[in-house]
């Protein structure tokens, strides 16, 4: 079967299954399986797919009709610019998302300030805000141990300095933070975001529909897989 059919057919199956965006949905499987870019996969769509590329194709064709997201079929997302490693430990990052790096850096914090990200999952936050801050001090946190492995690869391959500290919020920090967190969309309008006096600034983004009181005490559930989260949670993104 020639790679023009191939993915045709792809795309009408996931169509057929109800899955959205099918096309790119196809398009990203098929580049993903045969290591190419997606412009390969209509310069070169009179080739031939032999057995051992149509199966690892049906295999990722299986898992998005079963439900699992894409991003973790192919085990990377974009955010801000860069690609981030994800796995069912960790939720999704989102395009909403970078508005909270957008609003993070429009507030002119001193260039050696102290960043946390509490419930950080790929990182992708507090990763994001270490390398356009390259003098800020970043720590980055997660109570959930295989997230903050997530976390580290991925700040291995960006070449990102950030402290990783697995705790339950902020149980091992102390001094003054600015929780900035949206229980409703979990984004962070501006006038929400602000350094506490010692320029010090935390950014929390828990899973949707988890406690987070005053005490700063949470639970941690996961239902299902995750479509999408504000980069921390499953843990975060």
């Not at 098929?30 to 870019?37: G, K």
């Not at 970078?98 to 001193?110: A, C, F, K, Q, S």
């Amino acid at each position: 079967m020639t790679l023009r059919e191939a993915l045709r057919k792809a795309a009408q199956r996931l169509e057929y299954h109800r899955v959205s965006s099918p096309r790119l949905n196809a398009e990203v499987i098929f580049a993903h399986c045969l290591s190419v870019d997606k412009i390969y996969l209509y310069t070169h769509d009179d080739r031939s797919l032999d057995d051992l590329e149509y199966q690892r194709i049906e295999d990722a064709l299986y898992e998005r009709i079963s439900g699992v997201p894409v991003q973790y079929i192919v085990g990377r997302q974009e955010f801000y610019g860069r690609y981030f490693m994800v796995n069912p430990d960790v939720l999704i990052p989102r395009p909403e998302t970078e508005y909270i790096v957008e609003t993070v850096l429009g507030l002119r914090i001193d260039a050696n300030s102290s960043i946390i990200d509490v419930g950080t999952g790929s990182g992708c936050i507090g990763l994001t805000l270490a390398l356009e801050l390259p003098n800020a001090q970043v720590t980055i946190s997660d109570v959930s141990y295989p997230a903050l492995l997530t976390a580290k690869a991925n700040a291995i391959q960006l070449g990102a300095k950030a402290s990783i500290v697995c705790m339950d919020l902020l149980d091992a920090v102390s001094g003054p933070f600015r929780v900035a967190r949206d229980e409703a969309s979990h984004t962070c309008p501006s006038h929400q975001l602000q350094t506490a006096p010692s320029g010090r600034l935390t950014c929390a983004f828990p899973p949707k529909g988890t406690p987070f009181a005053s005490t700063l005490s949470s639970s941690r559930t996961r239902s299902g897989w995750p479509t999408s989260g504000a980069c921390s949670g499953a843990a975060g993104g």
